[in-house]
Structure formats: structure tokens, C-alpha cells
């Protein structure tokens, strides 16, 4: 596993947010070298590892049995640190203007998981000190995200390529600001019918 | 008592948000193995008793 310096500077003492992707990958492969080193790197570079309750649901939903989901939420203990990451109405308000914003950008399939991920990225978003890491690059582009580096774990039969990401807020701002003043986006002339609410408050 | 203790330093019985890794505590990757196994080994019976009772549990 090799992993540019540049990357440790920016994960040192961070809050690491795993998506459900990397929290299989880690793990079905738990035995594999390169894993092992990922998080022994993490551990020394004073990550807080982490993940949101709608991640955490995606990786018990598939649990066959009690002892299995106990079992689940046993691995995301001994891997994580408690670490809130509240979902507020800000939060719901903001994924939905991203999802308008991917529309308009034409970013297809990005599911509500990873659109409510995205929120909670710009929410915490001050000094880039919540970083997400994903497999899954296509739900993060780069409309409003930078990645800021990728490393690559070789799984013997197979490549995972790690991709961290943070909020540009500044394209955020720029991408919803061009969203609000769009032609699409304006609210209709007023009539009978009733208003929906307002998206920009 | 001395069962009991022994699966309380192994394993919780509670989906509550207590007992995660502490602030500074490294992690354990031996501990993630156990785990991993008893779920592979979960999931491998589970996949079992899909082939004998493939519309639900036997």
C-alpha cells in the first residue's frame, strides 16, 4: 500500500467518516496485509474513525439473525470511535438541493444514503476536518467534492481504490447560488395552486 | 459469573452506543478477526439454511 504524504498531512488527527463500502471491505478482508496496514496508518496519524446512523443501517440491513446484527455492531465498535454525527433538518434540506444540483449536472443514481452523506460533509465542513472515504467515487463528484487523494489496496484477487473526500464549500455555494437564480427554479407565477415550500428559506 | 464475565470482554449484547473504540485506544485487529470470523461462519449457516429452507428459516 502506498500512500502520498501529502494524504497523511491531510488525515492526520481527522475525523475519518467510512462509507458502508469501505466498512465491507474491511471487513471481508480484515486477514489482508494491505488492510491491516490502512488502519495501523490510521491509528497513526490519530484518525478518529467514524461512520452515521444511516451507514450503520446499511451494514446491518442485510443481518440474517440477532446474533448476526449483534455481531455487526460488535465490529463497528471495536473499529469506530463514538463520534455524533447528528442528521438535522439542515442536513435533509441540503441533500435535496444537491440532488437538484446533480440533476442539473446530470449526475444519475446517486442514492439519498449518499446525498444525505454529502450534507453532512458541507455541515461539518469547517477546516476540512471531516473527511469521507469511499470506493464508490461516481456518488462523490466533483461538482462540489474534492478528492483529496486515493490510496490503492491490493486484495489479492482484486484492486480497491480508497478515494477521501471533502466539501468544496466554495463550489457548494456556487453550484446552489446558480441553482437558486435558474430560470428552472423560480417560483411560479401565483395562482390557485398551492405553493410547494420554500427550498432556499 | 466467570462465563459472563468472559463474554462481556468479548462480546456486547446490546446495539446501545456503548463500548466503541476509546479516544487514543489503537485499533485492534486481532479483535476485528474474531469478529469477522464468527460472521463469516454466521453467514455461511445462514447460506446453509437458505439451501434446505430456500422461502425462509427452517
Redesign the interface.
Known amino acids: 500500500m502506498v500512500i502520498h504524504e501529502s494524504l497523511k498531512g491531510a488525515l492526520k488527527l481527522k475525523a475519518v467518516l467510512l462509507d458502508t463500502c469501505v466498512l465491507g471491505t474491511i471487513r471481508n478482508n480484515i486477514k489482508n496485509p494491505d488492510v491491516q496496514d490502512f488502519l495501523k496508518l490510521l491509528d497513526e496519524l490519530k484518525c478518529t474513525l467514524t461512520i452515521n446512523d444511516l451507514i450503520k443501517a446499511e451494514f446491518f440491513r442485510d443481518a440474517n439473525s440477532h446474533t448476526e446484527l449483534l455481531e455487526r455492531n460488535n465490529f463497528i465498535k471495536a473499529l469506530c470511535q463514538q463520534f455524533s454525527l447528528p442528521f438535522d433538518q439542515s442536513i435533509y434540506r441540503s441533500a435535496m438541493i444537491l440532488s437538484y444540483i446533480y440533476v442539473r449536472h446530470k449526475h444519475k443514481g446517486v442514492e439519498l444514503i449518499d446525498l444525505m452523506t454529502s450534507a453532512l460533509l458541507e455541515k461539518y465542513a469547517n477546516n476540512q476536518r471531516l473527511i469521507l472515504v469511499t470506493t464508490n467515487h461516481k456518488d462523490y463528484p466533483l461538482t462540489v467534492h474534492d478528492r483529496i487523494g486515493a490510496v490503492v489496496l491490493d486484495l489479492g484477487k482484486d484492486l480497491s481504490t480508497l478515494g477521501f473526500y471533502t466539501i468544496n464549500t466554495n463550489k457548494w455555494a456556487e453550484e446552489a447560488s446558480e441553482l437558486r437564480d435558474s430560470e428552472e427554479w423560480q417560483p411560479p407565477a401565483r395562482s390557485n395552486i398551492p405553493e410547494p415550500p420554500k427550498l432556499f428559506g | 459469573m466467570a462465563q459472563d464475565e468472559t463474554k462481556n470482554q468479548n462480546?456486547?449484547?446490546?446495539?446501545l452506543?456503548d463500548?466503541?473504540?476509546?479516544?487514543?485506544?489503537?485499533?485492534?485487529?486481532e479483535?476485528?478477526?474474531e469478529?469477522?470470523d464468527?460472521?463469516d461462519i454466521?453467514?455461511q449457516q445462514?447460506r446453509d439454511n437458505e439451501k434446505l429452507a430456500p422461502y425462509g428459516h427452517p
Open positions: 462480546n456486547s449484547d446490546s446495539l452506543d463500548n466503541y473504540r476509546k479516544p487514543g485506544e489503537p485499533i485492534n485487529i479483535r476485528l478477526i469478529i469477522a464468527r460472521l454466521l453467514e445462514n
